[in-house]
């Protein structure tokens, strides 16, 4: 399920299931002039939000990913109606104790929000509500309980795929065309895209804030 975020007006919100993807063809654009969108995917632990943003960056099954820390940064630029979109995706961990307190940036500036549960396991879509809750708590629009029939009701789509299933390559990759047609349509904005190494040292300081903290 992902939220696509208009800054300054109502939100769209799209369902997707996870169970996997994969690219068809890889292409490489001028990156120089690309508008630039930020996505987070969030979602329970182990639900698969790493293998499905690395299928549509790397185009492949990660094999053997392991917990992600923090947060991991993917990018794709796509060429839409002869315009570059450069999508920066951030995949944030699922396990509590590695979010810690690099959740304020996850949420800063963001486009749009994709929720990930595991359709084999019902307690990562119980959790959904949850992660909508922590969305509005960070002002990412307003938010309504997931479901097929709420999704219908308000007309979102939903996505149903999987990361390991090459066959399902395009549904993988609908996700996320469509929430890059619909952010295309805004106003132009373009960020000031921080750099790996630089968000690195941001989650580092934190860290070492947090060790040193005696509450
Ligand atoms: N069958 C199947 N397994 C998947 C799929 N996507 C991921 N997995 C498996 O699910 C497990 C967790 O995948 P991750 O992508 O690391 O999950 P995550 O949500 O990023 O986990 P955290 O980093 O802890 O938040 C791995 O063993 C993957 O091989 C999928 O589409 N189908």
Wanted: aromatic share 10%; glycine share 4%.
């Amino acid at each position: 399920m992902a939220i696509e975020n208009k800054p300054g007006e109502e939100f769209d919100i799209i369902f997707s299931r996870n169970d996997s993807l994969e690219l068809s063809s890889h292409h490489e654009y001028d990156t120089t002039h690309a508008r630039i969108f930020k996505i987070i995917v969030i979602g329970d632990s182990n639900v698969g939000k790493t293998c499905l943003t690395y299928r549509f960056c790397g185009g492949t099954f990660l094999k053997n990913p392991e917990a992600t820390i923090g947060v991991d940064f993917r990018e794709r630029t796509l060429e839409l109606d002869g315009e570059s979109i450069k999508l920066q995706i951030w995949d944030t961990a699922g396990q509590e104790r590695f979010r810690k307190s690099m959740v304020e940036h996850y949420y800063r500036s963001v486009h749009a929000v994709i929720f990930v549960y595991d359709v084999t396991s019902l307690s990562s879509f119980e959790s959904i509500p949850e992660w909508i809750q922590e969305c509005s708590r960070h002002s990412v629009g307003p938010l309504v309980p997931p479901a097929q029939c709420l999704a219908d009701s308000y007309n979102f789509p939903l996505f149903e795929t999987s990361a390991k299933d090459p066959s399902e390559k395009e549904n993988v990759d609908a996700i996320f065309l469509t929430l890059a047609y619909r952010l295309k349509s805004h106003k132009p904005l373009r960020l000031k895209q921080p750099s790996e190494s630089n968000l690195r040292q941001m989650w580092n300081q934190r860290e070492r804030e947090a060790a040193t903290c005696q509450c």
